[in-house]
């Protein structure tokens, strides 16, 4: 399995980035695909998740109202919208797949394939 990222880059506070995720290596049916984000000194923080053969969503209520995961699947990638940005959104963000648990899915502990990290940083 093998996710890369990208996307991320360096935005003033208020504005947007779009993330990818560009999966491949396997069939994702039955998977989720879930963003992280990690910030200097902090441990890996749960952003928002989908499901690759449903329609179920998950989003951090940190970032409810902000972010948007969407997926295309003719292309294998997820994606996450990200609007409003401010300096506390500045982390490494990753990308990783899993089976939905509804008890775990937000930790990373879930997820078994991580793709690399793309820097976002946010300058107030």
């Known amino acids: 399995v093998q996710l890369q990222a990208s996307g991320g880059g360096l935005v003033q506070a208020g504005g947007s980035l779009r993330l990818s995720c560009a999966a491949s290596?396997?069939?994702?049916?039955?998977?989720?695909i879930a963003w992280f984000r990690q910030a200097p000194g902090k441990e890996r923080e749960f952003v928002a998740a989908?499901?690759?053969?449903?329609?179920?969503?998950y989003h951090a209520d940190s970032v409810k109202g902000r972010f948007t995961i969407s997926k295309d699947v003719a292309k294998n990638t997820v994606y996450l919208q990200m609007n409003s940005l401010n300096a506390e959104d500045t982390a490494v963000y990753y990308c990783?797949?899993?089976?939905?648990?509804?008890?775990?899915?937000?930790?990373?502990?879930?997820?078994?394939?991580w793709g690399q990290g793309t820097l976002v940083t946010v300058s107030s």
């Open positions: 990783a797949t899993g089976v939905f648990y509804a008890r775990t899915y937000k930790s990373p502990d879930n997820y078994g394939d």
């Open positions: 290596g396997r069939a994702f049916s039955g998977y989720i």
């Open positions: 989908i499901s690759w053969g449903g329609t179920s969503q």
